[in-house]
């Protein structure tokens, strides 16, 4: 079992819909989580970091943290055109020194006018 | 906003070829990573460096070599490159302060060995 899982998608939504994205993660010892967004040919883009259950949002999205469930997600409202990506998951653990990384397998995201 | 560069961008090179894949980050960052991403799938660690002289193996066993003489710049090396190696390099950092912070990427180099 990954010790990390990301809704596979593909994931094709209309222009202004709520988007949700998200991923469950097995580690009790993860404590830092982002979402990177990937567009095509380019490296992938921090969106958002938090390492704290609860929300915490940016302009129009929201990431969420629940680590009772061990899940977190992210939501895009008034979703556009531009937010066709792919979007990952990554989740720490703040023991490693070197500040390893646990990637989801990430969501492509399609948004249509 | 992060800076960081890879080069090249794309390369498709020969079988038994050496290839050097060069990273370099501006911000002074003391960790330093390589990823190596196939499409659909997950970053996989396969390099990563504390710092200046520090270089270690990640989880994603791997025949390149890297390098880290400068803080700034860390190259990865295949001797002998293989149809095998075909995949999308990603190197990234991060501030070395602090264990927690997030990784900064560049935007790749996307290998295609004949």
């Known amino acids: 079992q990954k010790e990390v899982e990301q809704d596979p998608g593909p994931l094709s939504v209309p222009e202004g819909a709520i988007v949700s994205l998200n991923c469950t993660y097995s580690?009790?010892?993860?404590?830092?989580f982002m979402w990177y967004r990937q567009y095509s040919r380019k490296g992938p883009e921090l969106l958002m970091y938090t390492y704290s259950s609860g929300n915490k949002e940016d302009g129009r999205f929201t990431a969420q943290v629940d680590k009772s469930s061990k899940y977190i997600s992210l939501f895009i409202r008034d979703s556009q055109p531009s937010d066709s990506a792919t979007y990952l998951c990554?989740?720490?653990?703040?023991?490693?020194?070197?500040?390893?990384?646990?990637f989801g397998q990430g969501t492509i995201l399609t948004v249509h006018p | 906003e992060a800076d960081i560069y890879q080069t090249p961008r794309y390369l498709v090179i020969g079988t038994g070829k050496k290839i050097t894949l060069e990273c370099s980050q501006t911000?002074?960052?003391?960790?330093m990573y390589w990823y190596q991403q196939d499409p659909g799938m997950e970053l996989h660690l396969i390099h990563y460096?504390?710092?200046?002289?520090?270089?270690e193996k990640g989880d994603l066993s791997s025949e390149s070599t890297v390098s880290r003489i400068r803080t700034e710049h860390f190259p990865l090396t295949l001797e002998s490159a293989r149809p095998s190696h075909t995949s999308q390099y990603l190197c990234a950092s991060s501030d070395g302060r602090f264990s927690n912070q997030p990784q900064h990427f560049g935007d790749g180099t996307r290998l295609s060995i004949l």
């Open positions: 911000m002074g960052h003391d960790k």
């Open positions: 990554a989740i720490g653990s703040g023991g490693t020194s070197y500040g390893k990384l646990t």
């Open positions: 580690n009790s010892a993860f404590q830092y």
């Open positions: 460096s504390y710092g200046v002289n520090s270089t």
